[in-house]
């Protein structure tokens, strides 16, 4: 699959971005199965959510896509890049809500580090807004979403 730069709103060194982090207390195997596979994402997101589906296709330029009521979500995305284990990057898209920007792509990079006891360390960096009202509006509901989209993850991989 070849992947579409024109739809990137952004690039260079200095890209709007920002990062959220958090430690889960499973091994980066599993960690990287929520974000790498579509089995790995229903069983970190949501185990009891039928209407929660993932199209992943681990590959450069494969399909990344997640679809929080079974049709619409991340559609059109692809994976970037990926180190096993290790980390995952992919494009993103804006809300519905936003068809200007949901037009265009962002990109998402998925860093994992094994810490202490078996846990991992996870930093999700979100870059390439675009400048304007309506890219801050973007960034902003991506600031709020992604500690609640890792938290879930967090809550369903450790059993709690």
Known sequence: M???DSLFVASGDDVSRFEVNATLAVPPARVFAAFASEAGFAAAYGPDRSELVAH???AVGGRYEWLFDGRVGSNGCQVLSYVPGRMISFTWNAPPTQPEQRAQRTWVV?????SAEGATALR???LGFGEGEGWDATRAYFEKAWP???QTMKTN???R
Do not use: A, Y
């Open 157 to 159: 991989l450790e059993g």
């Open 110 to 114: 998925v860093e994992l580090m094994p």
């Open 56 to 58: 992943i296709d681990l």
């Open 148 to 150: 609640h989209v890792l």
């Open 124 to 126: 999700l960096t979100h």
């Open 2 to 4: 070849v992947i579409d």
